[in-house]
């Protein structure tokens, strides 16, 4: 006489339990990176058990990926070390980057068109993508990198103030020497300068004022768009630009 009964768990676990003149249980639980089975018998008195694990190891882009087995086409999505990004796989969520800025999909169909996409919004203030989604056709059992060109720049609000401590007027023109850009003052003499340095230079015409401020950045390590100043202009010698 055999019994045979599955019992289905939470969290991908399943328990099997067989019982014939040998008494035979086995818990299988299948995870983003493996398939765990477990399996403990008693047969005539003597105990014995195993485990058994299957997966895969993807290497690609620097990166050692644990995933599990793949029978298909898959994808590394790169985002170019930005940690936390959501990535969509025809507009469901599969997932965040890791701190790598990377997340393994074992999943796609091979020869086929399949849509990959992140979530824009989830990345840093200071962040620039070409694009959000990618068509991806992988060959069977292989792979490819769904690469999203991430780039971070350098760039803050400046409050800009006249000699006389008052905010410079909206229209003002506002010279960057470190790039040769020009910009103008807005309301609140709120002025946005971008590829910053680490030292930075404006010189600023405002009707009969020319002058000029100086000012040190560094790039918050939380990838917001900072707000320097108020600065005080100081009035140079020479002509308005």
Do not use: W
Request: hydrophobic share 35%; aromatic share 4%; proline share 5%.
């Amino acid at each position: 006489m055999r019994r045979d009964r599955l019992i289905m768990m939470a969290d991908g676990v399943g328990v099997r339990r067989q019982e014939t003149q040998a008494r035979c249980h086995s818990v299988r639980r299948r995870c983003n990176t493996s398939a765990v089975t477990a399996l403990a018998q008693n047969i005539a008195g003597r105990t014995s058990a195993s485990v058994d694990v299957t997966g895969a190891i993807v290497l690609m882009d620097h990166s050692v990926e644990p995933s599990r087995r793949i029978d298909d086409g898959f994808a590394l999505v790169s985002t170019d070390g930005v940690a936390g990004i959501p990535v969509l796989h025809e507009n469901r969520v599969i997932g965040t980057t890791d701190s790598g800025g990377h997340l393994l999909i074992p999943d796609l169909n091979a020869y086929q068109h399949n849509q990959v996409n992140i979530d824009s919004m989830k990345l840093p203030a200071d962040a620039r993508i070409a694009t959000t989604a990618l068509d991806l056709v992988p060959q069977a059992q292989s792979g490819v990198l769904a690469q999203f060109g991430v780039t971070r720049y350098s760039a803050a609000s400046v409050i800009l103030h006249g000699p006389d401590g008052k905010v410079l007027p909206p229209g003002a023109r506002v010279h960057y020497e470190e790039s040769g850009q020009d910009t103008i003052v807005g309301y609140d003499g709120l002025t946005f300068i971008d590829t910053l340095q680490r030292d930075n230079h404006l010189v600023i015409d405002s009707g009969a004022l020319h002058c000029g401020v100086d000012f040190a950045y560094e790039r918050p390590s939380d990838g917001s768009l900072p707000t320097i100043g108020p600065l005080t202009c100081r009035p140079q010698a020479g002509e308005a630009r």
